[in-house]
């Protein structure tokens, strides 16, 4: 069974029956804060694993 009840030129009217008077941006900011922060963390961890990788590889042993 339905639960919406559009009558007559309601269905076809071209703005919407729902207004949203105000819509907060704060989640959308921090969503895409949180996204930059992970990927400027993950450039760091890449870096310091290639670094310490050269350096094993290319450093001479203790003797």
């Known amino acids: 069974m339905s639960r919406h009840n559009i009558t007559g030129s ?4 071209r703005r919407p029956f729902v207004y949203i008077r105000s819509v907060s941006s704060g989640g959308l900011r921090r969503r895409r ?3 930059a922060l992970g990927f400027v963390l993950g ?3 890449a870096l310091a694993i290639v670094t310490v990788g050269l350096l094993m590889i290319f450093m001479p042993a203790p003797a």
Do not use: M
């Not at 309601?10 to 009217?13: R, V």
């Open 10 to 13: 309601e269905a076809f009217d």
């Open 33 to 35: 804060a949180r996204l």
């Open 43 to 45: 450039v760091i961890v």
